[in-house]
């Protein structure tokens, strides 16, 4: 980390700022005065031994400024000694990645002279969080002047402010200098080439890497199909049978890319260090309430909420709604139907170059529609979870994502299904549905994502240093730290990959369920994904806060869902192929052989995908053996201090 | 353990003798001299520090008893520490389970004084075990005396001596009055009851007891079945359309005792304290050969063997082989088609009690031909694997366990999937093939799993006990140490739990895929079940000799080729409902229609089997608590470590 003291700005604090906490500005002086000791003070009195100072004022120093705005940092001993507690891993002297120890820190191979640049700033930052989150009341009671929020003993003391409101936010500080020199190799420079997914893991960490690399392998998995669905569009436009092989091909594509991608990304997870790193215990997420018991595992005290309780309000509220939500959205797919055979009667009647766009009409409603179904749909999945009261924030992301998920692949696919097996209609699947629907939501998700936020960011921005130039003339232009770390705190929140993962999952399936009936289906993902490589990096320079980095080791849950799209895609493109006209001429007299063949041979391929899963393994060999190998060392270890 | 030194007999160890170690009788003498001194050396040398001697010669003396017996014991301190090498799990003072240290001994449940009564003699003698295969090599080139026998350090010595021949056998000894009490609770005694698990484990390991805790499971989780099979048999005989819901109930419950059997194990396995032990390394099992080289993991000299080579012989010698077995398994099927339809006409001819008779006959012979198949493929597969040279006893057997299972499932159900599918002829399956095959293989199997072995035994028992008694008048019944060890020594191997759990697939099979054709299959298999605990309990007791305990988790490989089975078990009562007329009837204009129902409402319903296989979590809540609640205090002592 090589971070320049902020410039010649006398309010700075003495010490590199790293993250930034925002108390509410009518906090309590004596509530302040009690959490600024209790970071500051030692760890064997149960501080978290942290350098924190109050932000000098803004340029303006208005009314409306929030003076509740501190910095943290810590010495370089203190983030090292962080290290170990958060169990990072670090590459060894032998090439290896190990569990950093403050007792054997010579031996790592980056580490020089004090090990002041050790660590990168993501890095000093996710420890500080961890810090902070791990700070524990101890015989405190109540919050000092607040004598509503409660504390006891080994309650997170940030997470109790985070959930009564007096926490507003903490978040961690950009780097200027780096972020201008990731943004060039990231997305400025006008030359197609890889990510630099090493710089963006320095800069944001794990999680954010692991997106990107799998937007990128995903992009250049889709160019076969890509190149294959080119001459299938020109050429056999009108000829709506052959799609066969592309649907044969179709399902071997989706089976084998994913099974390659975890092997990806387990190399990719073992060079960052996140592979084998241990998970700390999970506290309680913020909002969790419940009656002061026990916990059985830690024996400490803590809220606890019976889980028959929970999975009351999850199938007797939460699941009947789900299936309220999804009976709309089938309302909403009749009306569809209906306005496309209103515009088709229409068409037929006159049909002119404006009954013709008419007849796409239909479709970009609908379209628009479900993408405002889909976020609303989204808040009220996420009041719902949130209700639900989980105790893990993991328990929590799992419930909001299988919500989110059957929502939106229903909503989005519902239509397509009904269209293809129930209307059997391909040229109306083909030509008005299936194109409209991609390219409108396309065009809605890049606008919603990126344009609309880098739009209100730019306007925030001009006003910050307008107030700014109003004061004092700027020779060079950057700002000083207090208007810097104020400018930043006004940025959007980054919610997480959620949302740019879900709409992966939602163009896979559109590829991998109907690129055989619409093969420029691959075609138009891979622009989308290129352009959303720029609009992602882009938003992540530049419109959002930093977000604290993610010690992911894979994309967790979403490999999941992507690997069950991936077996509804060799359901749905065999059912494709037994309907389509070229098999269909193979059984001229029966159609109960034609079917029985299908679901046999369909079944095969189930069977087969299935064992290719349990055959093709999740980690590269060249891993595994050094994965065995530390594990070897280890136990080897043990048995050597025993005797 | 409370083992009574033997009688006064003056011929045997000034120790409890634990394990017994046969070399070849023309071993030379200083290859047994080398082998006793490494055996008996202090471990800061390298060697075992356990205790060895000669067993005295027999009562007669005779020139065909090998002089080359040894008894090995240890000492208690060192069978303690060893206990710690092995990384047994005991129950801790506060009733957890927790992996056994010296350093704080007094503070497991069951240690009392020095704790000679601490571990229990299954244990001692897989400790005893452990420490011999774990006996290393140190700068010898060659055994001594056998200069083509070579040795390079860190070479396992017992393994090597094992795969030369030199070493022909070592195993542990029989308890007679532990032997005697367990045989009496296990099957002795003539009211049912369950069996005791906890005897068993503590006498004969946890492989076993698992075993038979699944043997009873299973029989527990048929009574259902069964009762429902009775008056499904009784009264709808004739009626052979009634079977849908039986079918449905079938898909249920395969999926649900599945699982439910996880939990069970998950259970059995933390109480033994095998849950969360961990795996020591695996060494080369002894037939493992190939040009000496570095182990990566371990960096010790060992044998390797390119994995390309073994996966060309894998995928071009024994997937064509497997292959060409299973056309020859086809062929004899096709031939007992010919016998039954030929039988068939015999009897239309001439229906008369003979020839009514004769319609069994082609089943009966076709199921013992079945049961020869399998034995001689059984070999087969043993020698091919043995061939592809795994370098890992556990590789070695899922290669071994896929084979067979391959085989023994289109040997034993082939004839009845066509019989039910492309025949269609139900009558067939149900009176003739299903129950004709599943008891003759049950009675043939009962007969060459115990009667036989037993008959052979009591004849070479009888011999020797005959011997003895030529030589002197035995007052008491009990043998001396050297007739005793000598007998042992001559009874069958336990080949291990592979043919048990085989067997018991195959009867899974039967139920979970025709029972609904025929009912009475449940009740059959429950019968066999209960005969086969006894007769299962009555060879581990008196016909094998005493294995040594295997601190298995779980059933392994099983479970997945039991889940298996259950998957295939879906689609085929899927496909026996679509075939029922009652179904039929609800479709009567349309076969495609009642196709696309059956398939579309399969299809559903494995989506929720593996979403339920999901949700049931595999370990139940209390043993997660228990489980976490340990790793939180590991991860806790660390952190106070480091402090």
Redesign the interface.
Known sequence: MMLQRPSADSSGPGFTPLVVVELASDTKEEAIAWLLSRIRDQ?HNGGAELLVEQLGPGVEGQEKENPNMFVVGASWQRLL?GA??VGLFKEFSDGSMRGF??ANKHNFKDFKGDGDDFLSMAECQYIIKHELDTLRAKDETHVPGYTQVKLYPGKSIIRRLQSKGILIQFFPLHEKEELKRLSFSWYKKMKLSFQPLDDIRHYYGEGQALYFGFLEYFTIALVPMALIGVPYYLFDWEDYDKYVVFAVFNLIWCTVILELWKRCSASLAYSWGTLSR?K??EEPRPGFHGVLGFN????REEPLYPNAKRQLRIYLVSLPFVLLCLYLSLYVMMIYFQMEGWALSVYDEEPTFWTGILLFIPSIIYAVVIEIMNLIYRYAAEFLTEWENHRLESSYQNHLVLKVLVFNFFNCFASLFYIAFVMQDMVLLRQVSLATLLITSQILNQFMEAFLPYWLQRRRNKKMIHKVRKRRTLEDKELPLAEQVRLEAEMSTYLGTFDDYLELFLLFGYVSLFSCVYPLAAVLVVLNNVTEVYSDAFKMCHVFKRPFSDPAANIGVWQLAFEAMSVIAV?TNFALIGMSPQVKAYFPES??QL??WT?AIE?GLLAFKFILTFLIPDVPKHIQ?KL??LE?ES?EAL?KK??
């Open positions: 760890q000694s170990e507690d120890t403050c241990k700390a215990f059985p595992v830690t024996g359901v159609e109960t079917i029985l679901v079944h053996i065995a190998h070897f136990l048995k025993v005797k």
